[in-house]
């Protein structure tokens, strides 16, 4: 467990910046009916160490796992936090579906799992629920994907708030 939470520190801890400079990413590696998209280094130590495609092209569809937004050590617990702790999650979103060859354009389903009463977010789930689609209204535009929204006790890691998973159609250039 502590080695995952550090796997966690990690990938959070891992500049976008350093993730566009290392040069060698996106890495595809081909798999049946498509290829694994790897993104950066995090993505890189996910599928390394924990042996998960954080994006696995199948055919014409991209599929993300999902990326948790969560609240690092001293960050705040209150609405203004929680959206940057969000908008962090869904600019790693975008740079997964940037490596695989779509856009949020493309996405078709958006599942998203909710820790509403966890001891990181201060606010009730009308808050939380309104704050996240704000966000999510920054990177998603008309004609909107199918989007559902459930409530868990809790995420993979320290400090989860929303875990965020998308699929995308995204016909591969020929």
């Known amino acids: 467990m502590l080695k995952l939470a550090l796997l966690c520190a990690l990938a959070l801890a891992t500049p976008a910046a350093a993730q566009e400079s290392a040069g060698a990413f996106p890495k595809r590696i081909p798999s049946p009916g498509g290829e694994v998209v790897i993104a950066g280094p995090t993505e890189q130590a996910f599928f390394d160490r924990l042996h998960f495609a954080s994006a ?4 014409d569809f991209l599929y993300l796992s999902g990326v948790v937004a969560r609240r690092n050590a001293g960050e705040g617990r209150d609405v203004e936090a929680y959206k940057a702790q969000v908008r962090r999650a869904f600019r790693a979103i975008e740079g997964s579906l940037k490596a ?14 909710h820790v509403w009463d966890g001891p990181d977010f201060q606010g009730d789930k009308n808050a939380q629920f309104s704050a996240f689609g704000a966000v999510k209204d920054e990177f998603v535009s008309p004609p909107y994907p199918a989007w559902t929204a459930v409530g868990t006790t809790g995420l993979l890691g320290p400090g989860g708030l929303v875990e965020i998973q998308v699929v995308a159609y995204a016909p591969q250039k020929r």
């Open 56 to 59: 696995r092209r199948a055919g």
């Open 100 to 113: 695989g060859g779509a856009s949020f354009s493309d996405v078709v389903m958006l599942n998203t799992f």
